[in-house]
């Protein structure tokens, strides 16, 4: 059977196991797929030896995305722009990296929750390595605008420029955008982000990319706000794992069937 893993630290609390077994089921695909708690300093070391000793892939979580960057042989064109990636695989003895969290964002609000980016006016929130990992991706939809703000303003300046696109400081954002994408880990902090109720409420999608057992702490904010439309990171973490076992398998999983059962296994619903 073929060897997968997800790398990470902390990594107990990971679904990806789950999510890969039941697209693998959906396939009637048998693998094998473990959870690896590296040391912080061994990163490259057990990644090696893991491709050396037959596994085919992995996954790569917090905080190993910017050292799997360097390992890799080579690496796709949005992984280079994430500076980051979250998916390995060893194929003809080379390893191959790329970033699929930002397509797994996009398929998330395009496909699973039916809003189209193209020609929208989008405001990410963040300019953290979540943040760079979905610009790319969302500039391929040909947004009308995609301005970047967040509580360190160089940062956001430094992205937008390295983009080619617009940034914003915090407390200048007007009532203006459709999709308002929350790529801070504010939420995990227990800490609002000072957005004006009405920025939120002319919003006709706020979605967080931190997901939680109910609704995060910006997504409640939103929802006070007024905002109709809200959704957490689920989806996204379950699309951007079916782009994994697509480059992995070459076979594209039903990915809201995975999210729904996921959710109830958090008792969300
Ligand atoms: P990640 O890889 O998850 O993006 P990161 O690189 O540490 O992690 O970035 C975290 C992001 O969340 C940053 O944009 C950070 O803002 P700063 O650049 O100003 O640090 C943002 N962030 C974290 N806590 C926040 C808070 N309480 N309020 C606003 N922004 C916050």
């Known amino acids: 059977m073929t060897l997968f ?9 990971s679904w990806s196991p789950q999510i890969h077994q039941s697209f693998a089921r959906q396939e009637g695909r048998q693998l094998v797929y473990e959870r690896q708690l590296i040391p912080i300093d061994s990163f490259a070391e057990v990644a090696q030896e893991f491709f050396q000793s037959g596994g085919v892939g992995a996954n790569i979580t917090v905080p190993f995305k910017t050292e799997a960057f360097q390992l890799a042989d080579e690496v796709s064109s949005r992984a280079r722009a994430a500076q980051a990636v979250n998916t390995l695989f060893m194929r003809d003895g080379i390893l191959f990296a ?20 193209h020609d929208k006016r989008i405001l990410l929130l963040g300019a953290g390595g979540a943040a760079q990992g979905v610009i ?15 509580r360190t303003e160089a940062k956001a300046e430094k992205l937008a420029v390295e983009f080619g696109t617009a940034w914003v400081p ?26 004006a109720p009405a920025v939120l409420a002319k919003a006709e999608l706020v979605y967080d990319m931190m997901y939680a057992k109910g609704p995060t702490l910006f997504l409640k904010q939103a929802q006070q706000a007024g905002c109709v439309n809200t959704a957490d990171g689920l989806s ?23 999210v729904s059962a996921i959710r109830q296994q958090m008792g969300q619903q």
Do not use: C, K
């Open 5 to 13: 893993a997800v790398f990470g630290n902390p990594v107990a609390h």
């Open 98 to 117: 790329d970033n699929t969290d930002g397509i797994g964002l996009v398929r998330a609000i395009q496909e699973l929750l039916n809003f189209s980016l």
């Open 136 to 150: 790319l991706p969302l500039l391929q939809q040909r947004p009308a605008q995609l301005i970047i703000a967040n």
């Open 170 to 195: 915090v407390n200048e954002i007007r009532p203006h955008y459709d999709i308002i994408i929350n790529a801070t880990s504010g939420s995990l902090q227990g800490q609002m982000l000072p957005i």
């Open 236 to 258: 996204m973490l379950v699309a951007q794992a079916a782009e994994s076992y697509y480059l992995w398998h070459g076979f594209q999983p039903d990915i809201s069937v995975v």
